[in-house]
């Protein structure tokens, strides 16, 4: 790890721009929090924050994340000196702030994902690592930098919620040490717990039982979907970030080895997240263009939510169970 390097780097460099995922989760979002604090804390400098889709309001508590804007809002002729990528698993998930980081003088691409080949300057990929923001923390340890309770509560969001509550296989003892060491610092572990997953609203829960009653079975009840529908989250009038813990609530049945939810995004295009017990599926999502972990993993396809549906069933199907 080229700590040294990257803290070079950020001295030299007079705009940063810090880029999240498409369809933001905690720890894209956390993990650009806590780079954002600790930059704006060790050097004096405030960055840039880019959201590739909504905020979902459940992490609307992470400090500093209102200060981030959607890539709507940008000039994307502009030239940053320094662009850092977090959580961002592949290039072609930056979409549309590709432009940016490919006019920026330097760029940075901070991850865990297996599946990341590293498209970026300097690549800093743990795929041993829990999260993007166990690997910042890290990061953050080696540089002696100063973490402060804002930076340890993007932080501490970023692992609780990549590790599922600490209820995945990624829950390793390096991951709960870092953990301990950011309620040291003086986070509340039952407060950023509440945030995260006891602020649904009604709406939600009863979308999330519409859905879980609506789940197919096949191969013995060895595996497990959901079409999500935009119809749906229009009659339940709920946000993006609706399908949040759907594929392990249905990888929670004892039967099920593979989960997944198909949601639509349009008439022709959906998204798929996936989840196992102990098959590789991120290798099943590469053929789609998509990856991640062995036993969590997600991909895009052009088709209808139906025939992605059928696409992913044959391509699960034919693992071995």
Known sequence: MDCLQLDNIIKSSKNILIISHLNPDGDTLGSMCA????????????????????????????????????????????????????????????????????KAKYTVN?????????????????????SAGEVLFDIMENLNWEISLNTAKALYTAILTDT??????NTTSKALLTVSKLADIGVVPSEIYKYCYESNTKEHVQFQAHCISNAVFCNDNKIAY?????????????????TEGLTEKLRAIKSVQIAFIVK???????????????????????????GGHKLAAGCLIKASAEDAAK?????????KL
């Open 35 to 102: 780079m954002y604090s600790a930059i704006s804390d060790n050097y004096k400098k405030k960055p840039d924050m880019l959201l590739m889709s909504k905020l979902p309001d459940v992490y609307t508590f992470i400090p500093y994340v209102g200060l981030a804007k959607h890539i709507s809002e940008y000039d994307t002729s502009r030239e940053y000196d320094l662009v850092i990528n977090v959580d961002v698993a592949s290039y072609d998930r930056m979409f549309e702030s590709k432009i940016l980081f490919d």
């Open 110 to 130: 901070i991850d865990h994902h297996i599946t990341n080949e590293g498209y970026a300057n300097m690549n800093i990929i743990s795929s041993q690592a829990s």
């Open 164 to 169: 599922g509550s600490f209820r995945f296989s």
């Open 226 to 242: 959901i079409i999500v529908y935009k119809k749906d989250m229009e009659r339940y009038n709920v946000a993006e970030d609706c």
């Open 264 to 290: 639509q995004l349009s008439a022709s295009s959906a998204k798929i997240s996936m989840r196992s017990e102990s098959v590789d599926i991120s290798s099943v999502c590469a053929k789609f263009g998509g």
């Open 311 to 319: 696409r992913m069933l044959d391509e699960v199907t034919n693992l």
